[in-house]
C-alpha cells in the first residue's frame, strides 16, 4: 500500500479502498465528488502494493457498479418498506372517538396560540402604525411641533442652526420619546401637553412646551400655545403659537 | 451632573455592544446548556459535563454574535440622530434594517434585503411594545381635576373670556 515516491498519496488511497470495501453507502457518496483522475492517480502509482482485490473495488470501472450497487440496495429498501406491518392495530386509519375529541382539542388549542399570536402582531403593527403615520399622534404631534421650531427665526438665532430635538432621555441613552400628558377640560374636551429637548449648533440648549386641543372629530389637530424656553439663564421664552 | 448634560450618542454604542453582548451571553448560556445537556451520553457525570462544554463553547459566540448586532446597531442610530437632527421612533426602524442588510452583505443583494426587512420589522414590532407600555403608564399619571392644568407662567396673561382690558401688573 505504501508508496515510496508518494506516500501520503497512498494514505487516500487506503481510505478510498476502505470506503469501498465496507460499501457504506454513505461514506461512498461522499468520495463521489471526487474526480476520477484523483482517484485514479493512486491506483496507477501503488498497482504494485495492491491487491487484485483492492484493484477490482477501487478502480474506475467498477465505480459505476459501486453506483447500481446503491440503486439496488435503495430498491431493497424501498421493497422493504413495503412489507411493514400496520402499527394503529388494524383500524385503517381510524380514529375513535376519544381520540378524535383528543386530536379536535389539541387542533382548537393551536389555532386559539394561532389566532393569539397573530392578534398580538396585529395590535403591535396598528399601534406602530398609527403612532408613526397619522399626524394627530404623539410623534406626529412631536414632528409637527419640531418643524414649526425649526423654521422660527428667533429660535434659529437663539440657538444657532443646525437645531436638533430629541426627547426624554432613558436610562439606557434613548432619546425617541417626548414626555406628555393628556387631560380633559370642563367642557370635556381632551388636551395634550408635550415637552421636548433642543439643541441649537451654538451648544445651547431649550425646552419646549406645547399644548393641543381636540377637534370635533376626537383628534389633536391644533396648537393650543407653543413656546421655546433656553434651558440656561435668563431662561428667555420665545413664543411660536398662542391660541388661547 | 455631568451625567445629564453628556450626549448620549458616540458612548452609547460601547454601552449597547455591551449589553448586547451580555444579553447574548447569557440568553446563549441557559439555551447551550440545555442542548448540551440533552446532547451528552446518558449520567448525570457525562449530561453535565456535556452541558458545561457546549456553554464554554457556544454561548460566548452567541454572545459575540449580538455584540455585533448591537453594536452595529447603534452605530447606525447614532448616525441616522446625526444626519436627520431628530430623535423618533424612525431612527431605530431604520438603523435595524441597515444592520440587517449589512450584516448580510457576504450573501448578496437578495438575502441583504430579506435580512434587511427581517430588521426593519423587528424594530417595529420592539418600538410598537415601548409605545403602548409608553401609553399604558401615561394612563397611570392622568391628571385627576382639570384645575390642576395651569397655563404654565412662561406665557402672557391670558385676556378675559368677556371684553375690558386684559390685566396688566
Not at chain 1, 73 to 88: K, L, M
Not at chain 2, 25 to 42: C, D, L, T, Y
Request: glycine share 14%.
Amino acid at each position: 500500500m505504501l508508496s515510496r515516491l508518494h506516500p501520503h498519496k497512498s494514505i487516500k488511497m487506503e481510505f478510498v479502498a476502505l470506503a469501498v470495501g465496507v460499501k457504506n453507502m454513505q461514506r461512498v457518496t461522499n468520495f463521489r465528488e471526487m474526480s476520477t483522475k484523483q482517484l485514479q492517480y493512486p491506483v496507477q502509482m501503488d498497482l504494485q502494493g495492491l491487491s487484485m482485490k483492492l484493484l477490482r473495488v477501487a478502480g474506475p470501472p467498477r465505480w459505476q457498479s459501486c453506483r447500481w450497487q446503491m440503486r439496488k440496495a435503495e430498491d431493497r429498501g424501498r421493497g422493504r418498506r413495503e412489507v411493514v406491518e400496520s402499527r394503529d392495530g388494524g383500524t385503517g386509519g381510524q380514529l375513535t372517538v376519544g381520540q378524535r375529541v383528543v386530536e379536535a382539542g389539541k387542533d382548537a388549542t393551536y389555532l386559539g396560540i394561532v389566532i393569539f399570536g397573530v392578534g398580538v402582531m396585529g395590535l403591535l403593527f396598528y399601534a406602530i402604525g398609527r403612532e408613526l403615520f397619522s399626524g394627530g399622534s404623539i410623534n406626529g404631534i412631536y414632528t409637527d411641533a419640531m418643524k414649526r421650531c425649526k423654521g422660527n427665526e428667533e429660535v434659529k438665532v437663539a440657538l444657532g442652526t443646525p437645531i436638533a430635538g430629541y426627547g426624554e432621555e432613558t436610562r439606557r441613552g434613548r432619546r425617541r420619546h417626548p414626555a406628555y400628558t393628556e387631560y380633559t377640560d370642563d367642557a370635556g374636551k381632551k388636551h395634550m401637553r408635550m415637552k421636548f429637548y433642543l439643541k441649537g449648533g451654538s451648544g445651547r440648549r431649550a425646552t419646549v412646551h406645547l399644548e393641543v386641543t381636540e377637534n370635533d372629530r376626537g383628534k389633536y389637530d391644533s396648537f393650543r400655545y407653543l413656546f421655546v424656553q433656553l434651558d440656561a439663564y435668563p431662561h428667555r421664552t420665545m413664543i411660536i403659537e398662542d391660541n388661547r | 451632573m455631568e451625567e445629564y448634560a453628556r450626549e448620549p450618542c458616540p458612548y452609547r454604542i460601547v454601552d449597547d455592544c455591551g449589553g448586547a453582548f451580555t444579553m447574548g451571553a447569557i440568553g446563549g448560556g441557559v439555551f447551550q446548556s440545555i442542548k448540551g445537556f440533552r446532547n451528552a451520553p446518558a449520567g448525570w457525570r457525562h449530561r453535565a459535563l456535556g452541558s458545561l462544554t457546549a456553554v464554554k463553547m457556544r454561548a460566548p459566540i452567541t454572545g459575540g454574535n449580538f455584540a455585533i448586532w448591537g453594536g452595529l446597531f447603534s452605530t447606525f442610530d447614532c448616525g441616522m440622530v446625526y444626519l436627520r437632527k431628530k430623535e423618533d421612533p424612525w431612527n431605530s426602524i431604520a438603523s435595524g434594517a441597515v444592520t440587517g442588510g449589512v450584516l448580510a452583505a457576504r450573501s448578496g443583494w437578495a438575502a441583504m434585503a430579506g435580512s434587511a426587512v427581517i430588521g426593519g420589522v423587528l424594530l417595529a414590532l420592539i418600538e410598537g411594545v415601548g409605545i403602548l407600555i409608553t401609553r399604558m403608564s401615561a394612563e397611570q399619571f392622568k391628571p385627576i381635576s382639570p384645575t390642576e392644568m395651569e397655563d404654565p407662567s412662561q406665557l402672557p396673561p391670558k385676556a378675559p373670556p368677556f371684553g375690558g382690558q386684559p390685566a396688566y401688573q
